[in-house]
């Protein structure tokens, strides 16, 4: 087996300067999306009202449907097999990976089945 050195000396010896904070010239509001952030601190504030995050999470889902999806092309210039084209068309497209923002859902339940908002 093979032990990393900082096994023993414990997550104090790692460097985490990469984690470090953000410079301050930068203002908050350049960084965050403003639905997100709206939805975030929704979630945190305890008398919250159950509308004004619904229409938070609405708008950020209408915005989400209304995102265009395309489809990678192959240049005509690659001379691919008719098994290779196939085995790429099947490929997912990563391309919303190119977004300013990914959105991941914190939590999946079925519409129909969802308990109201509280």
Not at 80 to 94: D, F, G, H, T
Request: net charge negative.
């Amino acid at each position: 087996f093979y032990f990393l050195p900082y096994a023993s000396t414990g997550c104090s010896a790692l460097n985490l300067d990469y984690f470090g904070p953000e410079e301050e010239s930068r203002s908050s509001s350049s960084r965050i999306d403003r639905e997100l952030y709206e939805l975030t601190i929704s979630k945190l504030e305890t008398s919250t009202n159950s509308s004004h995050l619904e229409d938070t999470l609405n708008r950020l889902m209408c915005s989400a449907e209304s995102t265009s999806i395309s489809v990678r092309k192959t240049p005509p210039s690659e001379e691919l097999s008719a098994e290779a084209s196939r085995v790429i068309a099947a490929l997912p497209s990563l391309s919303f990976m190119q977004a300013n923002v990914l959105m991941f859902p914190s939590i999946l339940i079925p519409k129909k089945e969802a308990p109201a908002l509280k």
